[in-house]
């Protein structure tokens, strides 16, 4: 758009072929002043110089053309001066410059030129009248040249830089350099704050002053360049001093004061917008006419449009950089590729993890160097989509919703994403690339995965108990009816049936509390207690129970009839104690040993902090890898021989039982020979309920 908008024809060539690539619409209007009419409006685009240049121009232009493109010598024509038939004479200046790609190799060549009929006439047209003595003619020819000089340099600095303050600067030390003015200055309009910014200034005397004077100008303010917001043709005063004289001009004006003589303000505007002031002031009185007063009016149109070109430019990547801050934050994976090889132009923080590999590794790569091809699978072995498809899928063109795939990171972790993708279409509608949107599941999956095992065990687990409750009780009930009194084996199968509805219970209990932690409706009832009390009784229990197993109770330094006060749920820390033993019945053989042990830790300042429970097995052990994960609900380890009851969840009650408590849990085990569970609690103190008996 901005090229379109320039007041220089700009156009860009391939160097090797020659090709035109594109030009903007002023130089468009150049070409036709010499094209053949089958070649005019726009229809060389593509076609080589040699294809549409009128033969009589083939030869010069090409040789200035292949000196470019071979050398990168720039070139910038005189006057160039095209006669045609029925067109008349137009004059032009046109420059040619080398453009290097990434390796220094020069790719394109850009052509610019600036149509300077008028100005070349109005000059000829002074000659030829020849009123004027031989050397004013000369003088003419000579601000001309100095003219023509300043928009070049402005027009050139506009062209070769985005960048508004080295554009001002160029512009206006040009301005200074050929008409010598006392002072030159940029403003930039301020949207906001209704108001002129100093942009640039060239000043011969105190600089610092006039910039302080300058630096901020207020629409509603009395300096005259105030006023440029509201105008559109340039104000021109021809002499400032007598201005001031006649009453016309307030003493007070900045320009009155220092000595200014001729004044001009250009107000900048491009197409609608008020870009800002540019303004001179010289210490000889001027005419509107003057060569400097058009030079600058002319420099106007340049700098308007670098301004507005800046001011693009910088909203766009103002909003570009904001798009980016956004993006790289955004928990989802983000990836854009934006040609159609699916070369990877953009990837957040986020991609790069899913994926495995460092985003600014992804950046710049194709798509494809980071496929599989080892078919994919997913949960229970079914085959899974790998993640690129859904690219694919975007730049054929479509658009892809909540797509489950998978990643095989480069270290062979498997990765479960949901991704969205859609295609990037330019202004033609034609695909360009695609953007995914991805975030990973892979904690969802396998929790999944492990309610679905959960579900599959569980009915299994209710059903065994439900199975001998219920053949038990047919054989009472068979009993009963053939008229049998209560015998041994009746009352073996009440005791069963007892045992196993315990059984039962226990289990619906577990997932009921399970349940209830998950919807946070976990609740303890707080009170102290003895623990020593509630161990002796879970232990006194077990041993009534399990007559076969042998339970080691050890006290180390402290004795059983000591108190050791904490603050717990009785219930609940009797849930954990048994679970913790019975795991360590199920996961040892029948004839081992298991310890329960209890002991007082102490600060180093010799103080009673908290109390360590232990309960030791010589079982079948938990695997290094695995220790970190048997906490977790519905975890089983791998060494188990699954006909051993259980859901996986027992270990997640007991840990978060102790730490409501303010407790810890921890385990040691070696596989094969056996682990050991420790908690800790803390003790009520030091106050009235720690008594601790003389041992
Ligand atoms: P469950 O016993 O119902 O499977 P838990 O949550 O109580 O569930 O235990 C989780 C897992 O931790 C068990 O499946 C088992 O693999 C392991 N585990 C727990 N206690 C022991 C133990 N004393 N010895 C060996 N492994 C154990």
Redesign the pocket.
Known sequence: MMLEHLPVGVALYDAESLRLLSANALFHTFMDTFLEPHWKGGRAIDHTLQEWLPEGEVSPILTIFHRTAETGTPYKSDEYTMYFPGHGTTYWRWTLEAIRDEDGRIAHLLATATDITKAVLDRKQAEIQSELPPHKTQQTAEGERRRLDVIETVARSVRESFEIKSIGKTALEAIKKAFAPRLVSIHVADADGQALRLLHLEYTGNEQAARNLLQYISYDSPPIIARAYSRREPIIIENVQEEAKAGRLSEQQPIVSAGAQGYVCVPLWFKDYFEGALCAFFDESITPDDVAVQTIIACGTHIAAALAHARLHESVRNERARLRLVLDRLPEGILLTEAMDGTISYANEAAGHILGIPDKQLVGTQLHRHTQHAPITGLNSQPGLPWYFSVIRALSGEVVNGQEAIVIQPDGNRVFMLSSSAPLRNESNVITGAVVVFQDITAQKSLEQQKNDFLSIASHELRTPITSIQGFAEILQHNMAQGKALDEASLRAINMIVEESQHLTQMIEDMLDLARIEQSQFQLRLAPHNILATLSRVIESYTLRMREREFQYTLDGIVSNDSLFCIYDEERITQVLS?LLN??I???QSGSKIEIGLRPVRQSSGKLREVEIWVR?Q????AANELPL?FNRF???S??DRSL????????L?REIITRHSGRIRVE?VEGQG?T?FITLPLVGPGPLLQQKAS
């Open positions: 679970n795991n360590a199920k996961y040892s097995d079982g079948i052990g938990i048997i975890y089983r380890a060494n188990l009851s259980g859901f996986g969840i027992g270990l997640f007991v085990s682990s569970f």
